[in-house]
């Protein structure tokens, strides 16, 4: 089974479907903001 990641057999199958189950049930994190990204971008442009 694979869907653009490594390639699951056995029990990984199991283990990756429980854990997508456990997520489903997580609270949404929420996403970085401006100062996280810009902190990002002056780290590549850097010479």
Not at 19 to 29: C, F, K
């Amino acid at each position: 089974m694979t869907a653009h990641g490594p390639v699951l057999t056995g029990h990984a199958i199991h283990d990756a479907f429980d854990r997508v189950r456990d997520m489903a049930g997580q609270p949404i994190t929420p996403p970085p903001g401006q100062p996280v990204l810009d902190e990002l971008l002056a780290t590549v442009q850097q010479p």
